[in-house]
């Protein structure tokens, strides 16, 4: 048991508003980068409910799982109504309530913010395959406000995948992308690997740092196709 009796009641409440059945899919590994999966594995144990389930996968052993859902690094969380909100590392700190928030998105529905037409518009420019690298230690107070930035967009356009990646787990992607404060959000061309855009830091309120991360990716996507445009 991870939550004690007092953090288990608060996070029934917290889930209470659930109208649908939420599937987490936990994959793990033999990799040094799970080095946290039991303590992953037993976290799920503790949030499951009667609408909150999960799947545990071993990457050596469920090849097959993994390939759908493009898994290839232990630990690696995702929900199987939307795998493109991923979770690389822990969901642990700060982390923890963006994941709770994740599991209440996908289980109602309803995001925290209302999506004017201005965020619309710029969401829905997006149409190339594009992965959105969010790279956290659980102690960043900022760091949530990036996570759920690029879950949103995941979760409102199927052209994008959001990742947080915990960068002491993966400190090897850590180390690729030159990351030296968190959060260093990159958002990467999925097609040919390529670095599109990258900065530090987040607005510590949902709304504004949806509205960052909308109109940084489409400008990135402007960028790639070569389409002049200003900044």
């Not at 037409?117 to 107070?141: A, Q, R």
Request: charged share 25%; with cysteine.
């Amino acid at each position: 048991m991870v939550l004690n009796d007092k953090d288990k009641e608060q996070l029934k409440k917290i889930l209470q508003p659930l109208e649908k059945e939420v599937k987490i899919l936990f994959f793990r590994s033999n990799e040094p980068s799970c080095q946290y999966c039991d303590v992953i594995e037993e976290l799920l144990g503790d949030i499951a409910n009667d609408k909150v389930k999960y799947e545990v996968y071993h990457l050596e052993k469920d090849k097959e799982v993994a390939e759908k859902y493009g898994v290839e690094h232990g630990p690696t969380i995702l929900f199987e109504e939307v795998p493109r909100i991923i979770y690389m590392g822990i969901p642990s700190g700060h982390e923890f309530r963006a994941f709770i928030d994740d599991i209440l998105l996908i289980g109602t529905g309803k995001l925290e913010f209302e999506l004017n037409p201005h965020l619309k518009e710029h969401i829905g420019s997006i149409d190339v395959p594009i992965d959105i690298y969010v790279f956290v230690t659980p102690t960043c107070p900022y760091c949530p406000f990036a996570v759920k930035a690029a879950h949103r967009l995941a979760y409102l356009n199927p052209h994008i995948r959001g990742y947080m990646i915990e960068a002491i787990e993966y400190g090897d992607l850590a180390d690729k992308y030159q990351v030296s404060a968190v959060p260093k959000n990159v958002i990467v061309d999925r097609e040919t690997g390529e670095t599109l855009l990258e900065w530090e830091g987040c607005p510590p309120v949902i709304d504004q740092a949806v509205d960052m991360f909308a109109h940084y990716t489409a400008h990135a996507v402007l960028h790639k196709k070569g389409v002049p445009h200003e900044h």
